[in-house]
């Protein structure tokens, strides 16, 4: 286990190379000076054009500034947006607001998606699980920024349940109904998915078995059914948290999360090249992470997943 | 100047919001005036600043916002737009090249420094300097010492006693003392010199506000003034202070406003343009904004030079009817143009001499464009480039449909992908197409619409437009003292340009805004801006 640990690390080495040099040099290829955008609709004089590009390093060559950046990198230094901020300190501000969103997210998603799910399973045919699936065709089908705008007039404005957008400082009980949000299209995955799984272990054996051995209902559902059929799910719900943890950037840019999505789109559309692909760079390790953590809870999960030495 | 971008759709300027000047309201003080308590904080939407808050390196709206509360420059421009002594005492001149200005005394920075004359000399000092890249550095490009080639002293600049000092300009220019109120010219305590990089995440300053302790600026998130108990002045706050909210969108900040939790908006998305105004009623306004929109066709392209190109420029314009794209293309929200400046300024006539050259007329245009193919017969596309990220194809396409069926020839848009990208072709000249350009003023005068952008070798002069006739009547005005008798100069040099025409003229753009029940004595400066420092607020 540990081998395999250590070797998945080692790989996520030259996943990361790769990607941040491919992302480098998207940022670098757009066409476009961002330096003679920053004067909008006026043109600045030539020298001090020159200026600022030196102080970029958007003079060199792309090597060179791509070799530049490496370096900081390997220094901890991922560079200063356009307001003079330290990109670290960006990042330290505006994960932790995306992690509590993701958190609770998955927490809707968990909670309703499942349940709504075992129950389907259980019932499959009936008037709930019929239900069920319209509820979730029309979820799965509706765009994220309609179910957004929709809640945010309905519950924020109209009833006053939630404010209508994030307050200052994300407090949790603001982050409710972007998180609801967020919920509704995985709800639908995790419904089918669930719904599937428990169809599929109701035939197992193992519970003809325990219902034979004269075991309640009550308990097998939980005990035996529930159980195995979670396994899809919770891969699901980690790849999910690890999508969410990269940032939801249109229902952060509604609700005004001051989080991951929001900040990193503001400086897309800034062409804040250095914060753009610090930014990714934190987020493909985030993302190479919560795939190790997935692979590795599928052992936990099913006893007969062995990984190689 | 202060670029607007907020989201996709205003990354270029051309995007504020606007209305017809027909509907437009001023943000009147209602009966209740003066009702509000003093202590109340009012709350209004801003965008995280793109820079550090120093005054001499903003040059956009959600720096510049913040910058006009906590600092206080040599004079402000009230709602009108009209120049108003702040911290000076007198600027005076008598050949509009050598000023002198007086400080009022014992004026302070909200630590406690004192401001004299060094405060704005060393600022200014500071700004100009070529190796210190400050982005609002070519402001002070026309005192005497400035230098785009190498570090220089503004030797212009010349300090008499702590409240008074003098300014040499390296010419007559008499829209000079205009200037003073932008951001740019904001005075610096000298704790800012010896760390710029640690003054610019907190910034002390002169004005009416200042912030709310260190860290006061919340990245991404929020920035908290409270009430300058220093600031003696005429921008006096009159409620409790002023929390800037940062959002990356305008539904989001338009959803907060509805839901109560924001107290005054300057700016409506573009969904809620056709239904704002009867939702928040005589609490919205429609004001005309200093920005000015047009493409520019340049000499330099096939069929466009000399006489017959003048002759091909005034039949696009004559071909273009403006009234009908104004209302179905932006509904209303933009206002036609009538001259190269805008109605908010001070000057401003739509009846200047050649101004019919805005008029549509598609028989003349036609009439225009066969006399210019009798010169040389026209072959091609006409196209016109603009960025797609802008929210610009709309009315690109709605004027090249207008030019195709009024002048019967092949006409386009042209797109680019990213603002940055067609800038960056205009600005290397390597465009071979007509293009849009617009303006937003940084004071209010009529000069800075016209030496900026048509003057032999401006800046900004993106067209190569060249006139000695027009060159010199804006000389012969900047060396006028007195202000109408310049804006009279420069209304001339308009008549130059209707023949010309450099860039063909199109719209005005306008702001909308809109406030809360809580506020009241909302009033819209003539940058779009409201007049934070004179809300007042009710609970």
């Known amino acids: ?309 | 100047m202060k670029i607007k971008r907020f989201g996709v759709v205003a990354i270029a300027l051309a995007a504020a919001g606007a209305l017809t000047l027909s509907g437009c309201t001023s943000g009147d003080a209602s009966s209740s005036a003066g009702a509000g308590d003093s202590s109340a904080v009012v709350t209004t939407n801003g965008s995280e600043p793109q820079n550090p808050l120093v005054p001499t390196n903003t040059n956009e709206t959600g720096g510049g916002k913040i910058l006009d509360a906590i600092f206080a420059g040599l004079i402000y421009y009230d709602a009108s737009g009209a120049p108003v002594n702040d911290v000076a005492e007198s600027i005076e001149t008598d050949d509009a090249q050598n000023y002198t200005i007086k400080l009022k005394a014992d004026q302070k920075f909200s630590n406690g420094e004192p401001v004299t004359a060094s405060s704005f000399v060393d600022a200014w000092n500071y700004g100009a300097l070529l190796s210190n890249e400050q982005l609002s550095s070519y402001f002070f490009e026309s005192i005497e010492g400035f230098s785009y080639d190498e570090d220089s002293e503004l030797t212009g600049l010349e300090v008499v006693d702590d409240t008074t000092f003098t300014v040499k300009l390296k010419q007559p220019e008499s829209d000079f003392p205009l200037r003073l109120g932008y951001s740019a010219f904001y005075p610096l305590p000298e704790s800012a010199f010896e760390d710029m990089e640690a003054f610019g995440e907190n910034p002390v300053g002169n004005g009416p506000y200042m912030l709310d302790g260190e860290g006061a600026w919340k990245h991404n998130e929020k920035i908290d003034l409270v009430v300058n108990p220093d600031y003696d002045g005429p921008r006096k706050a009159a409620n409790g202070g002023l929390d800037i909210v940062f959002y990356a969108t305008q539904e989001a900040a338009y959803a907060d406003l509805q839901g109560g939790n924001l107290d005054v908006l300057d700016a409506i998305p573009d969904g809620a343009l056709s239904t704002f105004q009867d939702e928040f009623g005589d609490r919205s306004v429609t004001q005309a904004a200093a920005i000015f929109q047009s493409f520019t066709v340049p000499d330099r392209l096939a069929h466009f030079g000399g006489e017959e190109g003048k002759l091909r420029r005034a039949a696009i314009s004559k071909a273009i009817n403006r009234e009908e794209i104004t209302d179905v293309i932006f509904s209303g929200t933009r206002t036609p143009a009538h001259d190269f400046t805008s109605p908010v300024i001070d000057g401003y006539s739509e009846d200047i001499p050649g101004s019919e050259v805005l008029d549509f007329d598609a028989d003349e245009a036609k009439k225009l464009w066969a006399e210019a193919d009798a010169i040389s017969p026209w072959d091609g596309t006409f196209q016109i480039a603009y960025n797609a990220d802008g929210g610009h194809q709309a009315w690109v396409d709605a004027v090249a449909n207008q030019l195709k069926n009024n002048l019967g020839i092949d006409a386009s848009g042209a797109p680019y992908p990213t603002f940055a990208e067609v800038r960056t072709a205009i600005t290397d000249r390597t465009i071979q197409t007509a293009f849009r350009t617009g303006w937003q003023a940084d004071y209010p005068a009529l000069f800075n619409f016209l030496g900026p952008i048509y003057a032999t070798g401006a800046g900004s002069n993106d067209g190569d437009y060249s006139n000695p006739e027009f060159d010199a009547l804006l000389k012969e005005g900047l060396a006028l003292t007195d202000l109408d008798a310049a804006n009279e100069k420069f209304q001339q040099a308009q008549e130059i340009l209707f023949k010309d025409l450099p860039a063909i003229p199109l719209w005005y753009s306008t702001v909308n805004g809109a406030w809360s029940e809580s506020v009241d004595n909302v009033e819209f400066g003539w940058n779009s801006v409201p007049l934070y420092y004179q809300v007042t607020k009710s609970e």
């Open chain 1, 1 to 309: 286990m540990a081998g395999y640990i250590v070797r998945r690390l080692l790989q996520a080495i030259p996943v990361l190379l790769g990607t941040t040099f491919l992302i480098y040099y998207m940022v670098f290829a757009m066409p476009g000076d961002p330096i003679v955008a920053l004067f909008g609709d006026k043109t600045p004089p030539p020298q001090v054009l020159d200026q600022l590009r030196e102080r970029y390093h958007l003079d060199q060559p792309f090597i060179v500034q791509y070799l530049i950046f490496l370096g900081n990198i390997f220094r901890g230094d991922l560079g200063t947006s356009f307001s003079g901020q330290p990109v670290s300190e960006i990042l330290a501000t505006t994960f932790p607001v995306t992690l509590r969103l993701a958190v609770i997210a998955v927490f809707f998603e968990m909670v309703f998606g499942i349940s709504v799910g075992l129950i389907s399973g259980l019932r499959k045919g009936g008037i709930f699980d019929a239900s069920a699936l319209v509820v979730s065709l029309i979820l799965i089908s509706l765009p994220i920024f309609v179910v957004a705008f929709v809640a945010q007039y309905i519950f924020g404005i109209q009833l006053g349940w939630f404010r209508t957008t994030v307050g200052p400082g994300a407090p949790t009980q603001d982050l409710i109904l972007p998180a609801l949000v967020l919920a509704t299209i995985s709800f639908a995955q995790i419904v089918r998915l669930t719904r599937a799984s428990v169809i599929d272990t109701d035939t197992q054996d193992f519970v003809r078995t325990a219902a034979s051995k004269g075991l309640s209902r009550t308990r097998i559902v939980p005990v035996h059914i529930l159980r195995n059929s979670l396994i899809p799910v919770v891969t699901y719900l980690a790849v999910d948290f690890g999508v969410l943890m990269v940032g939801a950037t249109v229902t952060e840019g509604i609700f005004n999360v001051p989080g991951v999505g929001r900040t990193l789109y503001q400086a897309i559309i800034r062409g804040e090249g250095p914060t753009v692909v610090s930014f990714v760079t934190v987020m493909v390790l985030i993302y190479l992470v919560v795939n190790l953590l997935v692979d590795l809870l599928y052992a936990v999960l099913d006893p007969r997943i062995r990984y190689a030495k």
